[in-house]
């Protein structure tokens, strides 16, 4: 197979059909076979032992390397404007991977804290066993909180483009120059905006992470992680340490950076972490993740347009306490989408329904079209309570803080026709305000 022309000059929409495709010879296959081998044969001794050393480029083992994989990653590379990818078997994966590589114990993580609940769990519970810790920054948009948080143990700043449930837009060029000035790597989950909306390497991010499980692959059908890397941050001349990166990988050889360059993290993390934690997908679903991303940018546009109509119409609703939705001129977070997501707020968001608890119970026990259930970035609108589910673990305190409310219904907006979600929602709203 030879590789296709190279698709980095074309438009996103070109990109998202054909970067990284290849030319497959043996059959004429237009789609890109699915891979399903675990492993692949050598043509002799010698090229066993290149491969093994790495001396020679190719497969040896699908936990690291599988053509299937390797499409997506070129694909996903292009649109995030990095220098390469790994797909892994989930988001939680890319980020427990990608942290993992750069933080170890004694170290710590600076994070906003209103990422998404699984990725806090992560943090606090199985990082902080391994005596990685996170501190957690209240306002992103307060400098001063920042640099009281970050010490010399720091190894990696995390943040979202777009949290969810509360919408609260993170502005990463800001934090990039704070990441930039204490040479900290900053690693952004861009799950909920997609490189549709915005390409955070652009606005200064080294890293992107993706739980490419929602809007990437798109249909709710399959789980997968990426991580792309920037190609950007210098490793070696860090105030921090990545021995990982920056060590000989033995005595008398070079380290990854000086082999790899602008692909050493990728490296690192392909043939070492990854590789290591063994958080392989199946090329079944890198597949459907090919798939998902060729009509990312028409998909992205209906979502945009369905959450705009829907937050606006709860907006106005009586029965409807407040909306947690940036792409509203009333937002605290109105300018950012502004200025960084022309003027898009992604589609999950939150909205509060007057009757706390027993409101929100009634609300969501009367919704025909809009499916009870957690993920998000699926073409179908799904609605979750998260104070009694994807928050139910944190303290009633946390909760507060973070703003996750007894009357507060998390909604995923997919790309149903508008008015028949308004009528869904109307109905349900009309339960809720029945006492
Ligand atoms: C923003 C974000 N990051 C990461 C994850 C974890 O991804 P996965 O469920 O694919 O492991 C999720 C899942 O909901 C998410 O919403």
Do not use: C, M
């Given at each position: 197979m030879g590789t296709h022309d190279n698709t980095d000059e074309y438009g996103f929409d070109t990109r998202q059909v054909h970067a990284g495709e290849v030319d497959e010879r043996n059959?004429?296959?237009?789609?890109?076979?699915?891979?399903?081998?675990?492993?692949?044969r050598f043509d002799s001794f010698a090229q066993a032992e290149d491969r093994f050393t790495g001396a020679e480029a190719g497969q040896v083992y699908s936990r690291n390397l599988n053509p299937t994989h390797e499409v997506a990653?070129?694909?996903?590379?292009?649109?995030?404007?990095?220098?390469?990818?790994?797909?892994?078997?989930?988001?939680?994966?890319?980020?427990?991977?990608?942290?993992?590589?750069?933080?170890?114990?004694?170290?710590?993580?600076?994070s906003t804290a209103s990422i998404y609940s699984g990725t806090r769990i992560l943090f606090d519970r199985t990082f902080a066993r391994l005596g990685v810790a996170a501190d957690y920054v209240r306002d992103p948009a307060d400098e001063a909180e920042w640099e009281r948080l970050i010490t010399a143990q720091t190894k990696a700043?995390?943040?979202?483009?777009?949290?969810?449930?509360?919408?609260?837009?993170?502005?990463?060029?800001?934090?990039?120059?704070?990441?930039?000035?204490?040479?900290?790597?900053?690693?952004?989950?861009?799950?909920?905006?997609?490189?549709?909306?915005?390409?955070?390497?652009?606005?200064?991010?080294?890293?992107?992470?993706?739980?490419?499980?929602?809007?990437l692959t798109g249909h709710g059908a399959a789980l997968s992680g990426v991580?792309?890397?920037?190609?950007?941050?210098?490793?070696?001349?860090?105030?921090?340490?990545?021995?990982g990166l920056t060590d000989p990988l033995a005595a008398g050889r070079s380290s990854l950076v000086e082999s790899h360059g602008a692909r050493a993290l990728e490296a690192y993390l392909r043939f070492g972490i990854v590789n290591d934690f063994g958080a392989a997908l199946s090329p079944v679903n890198s597949f459907l993740l090919q798939q998902g991303i060729e009509t990312l940018s028409l998909r992205m546009a209906k979502h945009l347009e369905n959450a705009e109509i829907v937050a606006a119409w709860l907006d106005a609703h009586p029965a409807v306490e407040s909306v947690d939705f940036a792409g509203l001129p009333t937002s605290a977070y109105h300018r950012i989408a502004q200025e960084r997501f022309g003027g898009h707020a992604g589609s999950v968001f939150a909205f509060t329904v007057r009757g706390g608890r027993d409101g929100a119970e009634r609300f969501f026990d009367a919704l025909r079209l809009i499916s009870r259930m957690t993920n998000i970035g699926d073409v179908r609108s799904m609605a979750l309570h998260p104070a009694t589910t994807t928050h139910a673990s944190f303290s009633a305190e946390e909760r507060a803080r973070l703003g996750i409310g007894d009357g507060l219904i998390r909604l995923s907006v997919g790309i149903e026709t508008a008015a028949d979600l308004i009528a869904d929602l109307d109905r349900a709203l009309a339960a809720a305000a029945a006492s």
């Open positions: 059959h004429g296959a237009r789609i890109t076979p699915i891979y399903l081998t675990a492993a692949y990653e070129r694909r996903i590379a292009s649109l995030e404007g990095g220098t390469g990818a790994i797909v892994v078997g989930s988001g939680q994966a890319a980020i427990t991977a990608l942290l993992l590589g750069l933080a170890g114990a004694g170290e710590r993580i600076v700043i995390f943040v979202e483009t777009i949290p969810n449930p509360k919408n609260d837009l993170v502005d990463v060029a800001a934090i990039a120059r704070i990441a930039r000035r204490h040479t900290i790597p900053l690693i952004v989950d861009n799950t909920v905006a997609t490189p549709y909306l915005i390409r955070p390497i652009e606005h200064g991010a080294d890293a992107v992470v993706h739980s490419s499980t929602k809007f991580i792309v890397d920037g190609g950007r941050f210098d490793w070696a001349g860090s105030t921090r340490s990545y021995p």
